[in-house]
Every structure is written in structure tokens, then in C-alpha cells.
């Protein structure tokens, strides 16, 4: 009876399953053509416009450009740099005076980085005059106006142009230092602070929805828009809100994800010459990639972070947590995790088998049972819990953890939202001593190392996947979010104090990744390494200093003291990459697996076939990760903000 039973399961499982699965691609395509030809019938051009053309006529205009925008100049002395082709007694030229033309006047509002809807007003004796975003930015006006002698005169109104693509007085993400825009004075350096009013902060204005006189279903139905979606996707415009530094730490932490994994793959099924690899483990430059597990520790420190600012952000204004903040808390939290997950699983539980079929090894790499089993482990987020049934896209351990993290926090921000600062601390300084003290106690009971076999237990599953010993990083990501908001970015501080930080958070980062090559220098003679104490050190400390090295590089560079490392890390071409870096972690392994596993030939392991693999896997798992987020993230987080109104 029990053998009839199963194959009666097995039966539906593989017969519902797909048929199942079918459906649901049937229904997402049915609406993605459906959204598609509503963006074309009754969508919204001006979106459209905004996101493709705009982009191409800011970039290819020859007047105007960089119209706005003064570098190293202050208002004694009018210096300017502008490129727009007005009359010369309306633009000062470097080294000219506030009287002979060009004024920059405070209105109230400052120009930044951080807030497109701020604007700044230039007012000169020929009445030239910079408006923000809400103008034609390609078709100039005329109006009358009273010039300072009080006598009428003609007025010509131009739109600024910025070279990321924007129609605002935005300050491009790719400039070289941050610089804040007052009437008192314009600020350029590596270490320029913020002025009073130049705050992210304010930046909770909501940008006008262009979808507003649609109907519901309408909008319903644009929010499954392939262009609609791509647009939103491929945009180099920041979110108003959003902390720059954060795009390309994503990105560079995501390719650090996918170079360990190549690593990793290739030296266990495909690289012929592993002896090559295991000498190479004993070089100094080698540690980084021994290192790459710290990348997860990234993703949870950003995670922590972003979760402490923007629940702070929404709550602290009233210094209270409603009802309904709370449950939207959890369940936007799940909506914007859970529908890629679910596809991707489907699609490796139906799909990915075929794909590879009659390649040796294949099979059981990407054998659908284990998802067609465990589905529910993955849908609950508990795979890092119930290790025995997480045979279902391994890598999405990490969800999990981020997941339960994401519901502990509330311990952490309640509190500092309503002023019990105190308790706050002690909640984040309680979660960090749980990772500190189960790493201890792990590494030093059963002599833990992520390199060599483990004396009675299992790295991965009892220490590296568990909750309790990566919550370290999520917790001072908490506390710098935290900073973030209390300080409102701007933290003034002397610029000895700023090159200690620097040195220090350098220093971290370097010992961090390379202090392993202390203990595996002579790993073929020698390969017992480290005695215990100094494997639990290195485990109890090295995420959360990770972490605290994470967390000045984001406060420095949100606060005006990043240099050129924010200009790195804020470039405008990191910001599409970002937007796909969850679906590119959903589906990197598949994709370097399919490369390895079972593969008809093996592979010489050099630094430059590694360094074109790594480049081929990084490339293709973007590119899948676009079909998902345009076909499925992206229309699962427009329905949210048509159904859910958050």
C-alpha cells in the first residue's frame, strides 16, 4: 500500500507538477504580451520617453550640456564651467566676478546627488535662468520678466542637461568628488561634506506617477510591460533614496560570488591539472579567492543596512510602528524574495534536467527530485534549518538566513524608532555577541576549517549555513543604517579623522583576506594549519570586521567623505547590474554547473582561462537574471504597488 502510494505521488509530482508549471509560464506570457500592448495603446509615453530618448538627446545635445553644473567655484567669484551657448555676459568664465553675469541664488532648495526635485535658480542681468525637471527639455520659452534695474527684459528659460541621462539639476553619480549646492558656497574635494540642506534624507518625495490617469486594470496590466519593465530595469537614474556606494559594492560582491563558485566547481569536477590549483592555495594573491565566502557577508551587511534606514525612514516620522507598517514589513519583504524563487525553482524542477541530458554526471546535478520534495522548505525560507531537505538549490541558503534576519530586526529598530535608544543598542549588541559566541564555540569544539577536513562534523552545514553564526555583519549593518539616518549624512568630521578611517578600514581589509596566507603557505607539508585558537579567532572576528571596514566605506561616502572610491562605486552603470543581481544569484550556479558538470572535455586551469570563464559566467548569468526580472521580479513589484499601495 505505502509503494502504491508513492508512485501515486511520484505520478502527480511529475504529471501535475509540469502541467502546473506550464500554466503558470502560459499565464506570464499571456500578461507580458497583454502589458505590452497596453504600454503601446494607453501607456504612459512620457515614461518611455524619459527612460530611452531623454537619455540619448542629454547625451548627443551640443548646447547646454552640463548646463548647471560649477566646479570649484564659489559664489565670491562667480567661477563657473558651463558649456551652454547663451550670450557670454550670461556666464561667468573662470576667474569672473558675481557682477558680470552668472548668479547662482539660493531658492530654498539644494541641487544634489540625492535629490532630483531639488532645483537652483541662476539669476543674472540677462535674465538667464536654470530650471529643474519639469520642463520641455528640449524646447525653449520666452517670457517677460524685471531684470535688477527694474526695467522689463527678455528671459530665456533653459532645461538643465546632465550626462547621466537625467533632465534635473542632479549632480551625475559619476563625478569625481561629491559637491554640495547652496547660495553660500559650492564645495569640491575628496572630502567635501554635505551642506545643511544637501540631505538624502529628504528624499522621500514620491516622483509623480506618470500611470495616475490609468484605470486599475490598466495599470495592472502595464506593470507586465516588456518595455515598461526594461526600461525601469536598464535606467541609469538613481531612486530618490538610495545610497550610491550601494550599486557597485552589489555588483563587485556578486562577481565575487561567481568567481568563487568557478573556482570552486572547476577544481572538484573539470580542471585537469588541480594540482596546479591546490599550489596556488599557497600564494598570497590566491587568498582572495579563498576568501570570497566574506562577499555573503557583504550582502548581509547591506542588508541590515538598508533595512534599519528605510524602516526608520517610514516609521521615524511618527515616531511610532503602526499595524499596518508592521504586517507590510513582512509582506513585502516576502512579495519581492519569493516570485523569482519560485519561478527559477519550477523551472529547475521541469526544465533544467532536460538540458543537459545524456552528459555524464548531469543528472544527478541537476535532478529535479529534490525541488519536487522539498518546494515547501524553500517557500518557508527555512533550508538553512532543515539541512536534510535543502537539497533544492543549495545556494538559496543564504535567502534563508537573510529572511530570518529580516524578521528579527524589528527587536533592533522598534526601539530606536520610539527613542529607546539604549535597548536598541543592547538588542544589536545581543545578536552580535550570538554570532560572536557560537563561532567561538564551533570552531574550537570540533576544529572548524573551511580548507582541510574537519575533525567530527561538517563546516558548511553546522557552522557556515547556520543563522546564528552570520548574523554578525546584519547586525552592524543595523547599527550603520541607523547612523545613516540619525545623522541625516552629514557627519562633519576633521580630515585626520577621515584618513585614520581610511587607513583603518584598509588595513581590515587587507588582513582580513590575507592573514589566511599565514596558514596556508605550507598547506602540501604542513596541512594541519592554524592550531585551534587561532582558527577561532579568526572565525569569532572576521565577518564582523568585514562588516566594520563595510560600514565606514558606506558612512564616508554618504556623507561627502568617499573621494574617488565613491565615484567608483556610485557610477551610474552599476545601477542596471544592481537591479539584477538577486535574479543573477538565483541562477549563476545553474549556469556554471551546466559549463562543468559532466562536460565532454576537461579544462587547463591558467589565470587567463579562469579570468575568461569567470567573465563568460559573470555575462551569462546576467543576462538570464534580465528575462527573470523583466519577465517576473519586475512585474510582481509593479502589482505591489498597484494592489498594496505601499
Not at 560582491?253 to 596556488?280: C, E, P
Amino acid at each position: 500500500m505505502h509503494s502504491i502510494s508513492f508512485d501515486i505521488r511520484k505520478f502527480l509530482i511529475s504529471r501535475v507538477g509540469i502541467r502546473f508549471f506550464s500554466i503558470i509560464l502560459t499565464i506570464l506570457l499571456s500578461l507580458v504580451v497583454a502589458g505590452t500592448l497596453t504600454e503601446f495603446c494607453v501607456g504612459s509615453k512620457t515614461h518611455r520617453r524619459s527612460e530611452f530618448i531623454n537619455a540619448f538627446i542629454s547625451r548627443n545635445s551640443d548646447s547646454d550640456l552640463y548646463s548647471g553644473i560649477v566646479t570649484n567655484g564659489t559664489t565670491n567669484n562667480g567661477i563657473s564651467n558651463m558649456s551652454s551657448s547663451t550670450p557670454n555676459g550670461g556666464i561667468n568664465k573662470p576667474g569672473g566676478h558675481i557682477n558680470g553675469g552668472f548668479e547662482m541664488r539660493d531658492v530654498g532648495h539644494s541641487a544634489s546627488r540625492h535629490d532630483p526635485r531639488h532645483r537652483v535658480s541662476g539669476s543674472a542681468s540677462h535674465g538667464l535662468k536654470i530650471l529643474g525637471s519639469d520642463e520641455d527639455p528640449v524646447h525653449r520659452r520666452s517670457s517677460s520678466t524685471v531684470n535688477a534695474d527694474g526695467e522689463a527684459s527678455h528671459q530665456s528659460e533653459v532645461k538643465s542637461k546632465l550626462p547621466n541621462g537625467d533632465y534635473t539639476d542632479d549632480l551625475p553619480s559619476f563625478y569625481p568628488f561629491r559637491k554640495s549646492v547652496t547660495g553660500r558656497n559650492w564645495l569640491a574635494g575628496p572630502y567635501s561634506r554635505l551642506e545643511e540642506r544637501d540631505d538624502p534624507m529628504r528624499r522621500h518625495e514620491k516622483p509623480q506617477d506618470e500611470t495616475a490617469h490609468l484605470s486599475k486594470w490598466q495599470r495592472l496590466l502595464l506593470a507586465f510591460s516588456l518595455p515598461h519593465n526594461a526600461g525601469k530595469i536598464l535606467s541609469v537614474k538613481a531612486v530618490p533614496g538610495s545610497i550610491g556606494c550601494l550599486h557597485g559594492i552589489r555588483v563587485l560582491s556578486m562577481g565575487w560570488v561567481i568567481l568563487g563558485h568557478v573556482i570552486i566547481f572547476g577544481a572538484a569536477t573539470n580542471f585537469k591539472n588541480r594540482a596546479d590549483i591546490y599550489s596556488q592555495i599557497e600564494t598570497l594573491l590566491f587568498q582572495v579567492i579563498i576568501n570570497a565566502p566574506l562577499s555573503v557577508d557583504t550582502f548581509f551587511f547591506m542588508s541590515g543596512l538598508l533595512t534599519a534606514y528605510l524602516f526608520l525612514k517610514e516609521c521615524g516620522k511618527t515616531e511610532k510602528v503602526t499595524l499596518k507598517q508592521g504586517i507590510m514589513y513582512y509582506v513585502h519583504r516576502y512579495w519581492r524574495l519569493t516570485p523569482p524563487l519560485l519561478i527559477w525553482m519550477m523551472i529547475v524542477a521541469t526544465l533544467v534536467q532536460y538540458v543537459g541530458e545524456g552528459r555524464p554526471g548531469w543528472s544527478d546535478y541537476a535532478s529535479a527530485q529534490p525541488c519536487r520534495d522539498s518546494w515547501w522548505v524553500n517557500m518557508l525560507y527555512i533550508q538553512n534549518l532543515y539541512i536534510e531537505k535543502s537539497g533544492c538549490m543549495g545556494e538559496t541558503w543564504y535567502l534563508a538566513n537573510d529572511m530570518q534576519f529580516y524578521m528579527l530586526a524589528p527587536l533592533v529598530m522598534i526601539p530606536w524608532v520610539y527613542k529607546q535608544r539604549i535597548l536598541g543598542h543592547i538588542m544589536a549588541a545581543l545578536l552580535l555577541s550570538i554570532h560572536l559566541a557560537s563561532n567561538a564555540w564551533l570552531v574550537y569544539e570540533y576544529n572548524f576549517d573551511i580548507l582541510r577536513n574537519n575533525e567530527g562534523g561538517d563546516y558548511s552545514n553546522k557552522l557556515y549555513f547556520r543563522p546564528w553564526a552570520r548574523v554578525g555583519p546584519f547586525a552592524i549593518g543595523l547599527v550603520v543604517g541607523y547612523i545613516l539616518y540619525k545623522t541625516k549624512c552629514k557627519v562633519h568630521l576633521n580630515k585626520y579623522v577621515v584618513a585614520l578611517g581610511w587607513i583603518l578600514a584598509i588595513g581590515i581589509m587587507f588582513t582580513v583576506t590575507l592573514i589566511t596566507y599565514d596558514e596556508n603557505k605550507d598547506l602540501t607539508s604542513d596541512p594541519s594549519g592554524w592550531p585551534v585558537a587561532g582558527k577561532t579567532v579568526y572565525e569569532m572576528l572576521s565577518r564582523p570586521m568585514w562588516a566594520v571596514m563595510l560600514g565606514w566605506i558606506v558612512i564616508a561616502c554618504a556623507t561627502g567623505y568617499g573621494g574617488f572610491i565613491n565615484s567608483i562605486l556610485s557610477w551610474e552603470g552599476f545601477l542596471p547590474l544592481s537591479r539584477l543581481t538577486y535574479c543573477a544569484y538565483l541562477i549563476h550556479l545553474t549556469i556554471i554547473g551546466y559549463e562543468f558538470i559532466g562536460a565532454e572535455s576537461t579544462y587547463l586551469y591558467t589565470v587567463t582561462n579562469l579570468i575568461y570563464r569567470f567573465f563568460g559566467f559573470y555575462v551569462m548569468s546576467y543576462a538570464v537574471a534580465f528575462l527573470l526580472a523583466v519577465g517576473v521580479e519586475a512585474p510582481m513589484l509593479g502589482l505591489e504597488k498597484v494592489l498594496l499601495s505601499r
